[in-house]
């Protein structure tokens, strides 16, 4: 089985929350990894999902980072109510 990791960024334009995050996350770019794995025994190639994490400030601050893991629809949400909100 083969692992791949997609790595992007997305920007939040207000603070925001996701699901399992117990804090309010402030605006900004934030990178996002995705793990995926193929699916064997298909005649083409094709992948699933296995794991989403972005990377986050510490809860410290003083530059540190953290990776959590999320779900992916938990961030589809987060940025389509991001999207909604009245820009300033």
């Known amino acids: 089985m083969t692992i ?6 997305v920007t939040f334009k207000h603070p925001f929350r996701i699901r399992g995050i117990e804090r309010v996350l402030p605006a900004g770019a934030y990178e ?3 793990d995926e794995e193929t ?3 298909l005649t ?3 992948y699933r999902r296995i794991a989403t994490m972005i990377t986050v400030p510490g809860e ?3 530059g540190t980072t953290e990776m959590l893991s999320i779900g992916s629809i938990d961030l589809a949400n987060a940025q389509a109510a991001d999207a909604s909100m009245v820009h300033d």
């Not at 791949?4 to 960024?9: I, P």
């Open 4 to 9: 791949r990791s997609r790595r992007e960024t």
């Open 32 to 34: 996002v990894v995705t």
């Open 39 to 41: 699916i064997e025994g």
């Open 44 to 46: 083409f190639s094709a």
């Open 60 to 62: 410290t601050g003083r």
